[in-house]
């Protein structure tokens, strides 16, 4: 799923396959999406998950805001994980370093209007994040009511590619 916007300077610390990439969007605690509107960036952190039945990833926001009023305007994203491993001192200040890896997506984002897949994507959220606890049995499934005052984002990934750095 690369493309020139997904190229990487250094190609010897991309990550060797695309199952690699999906395990990091799997194990990774937050993502970051970033939007655009009339040249203004903005970027906001949440909680996400990654379907990767639909190569897709789903995260919420509240009914209203920026991050709805930007995707409105300009469905094209870029979302972001990343995680930082072991400080690597050096003999000189150039050399030191740290172990990474990251994985940077750009996709189209949508607002998920339909009540099923809005179900869909709040429960796959609150399984990664709470996988023991199951809906009618540790907790109250969500409600209509609840689903109304959520908005339900789907990013349908256009490309892809992640980078790591690993002290051999």
Known sequence: MNDERTRLRRRDRAMPSD??????LHKAQVGFIAT??????YINPNLFWFD???RRLY???AAEGRTLSNVGQNSQVCFCVAEMGKLLPAGTAMEFSTEYASVIVFGDARVVKSGEE???GLQGLLDKYFPNLHPGEDYRPITADELD???VYAIE???WSGK???DV
């Open 36 to 41: 655009s509107v009339s040249d203004q960036p």
């Open 164 to 166: 790591q750095k690993v």
């Open 19 to 24: 199952r690699e990439i999906e395990a990091m």
């Open 149 to 151: 005052q959520t908005a």
């Open 59 to 61: 995260f919420h926001t």
């Open 157 to 159: 990934i256009d490309a």
């Open 52 to 54: 990767a039945t639909h």
């Open 118 to 120: 809005k179900q869909f």
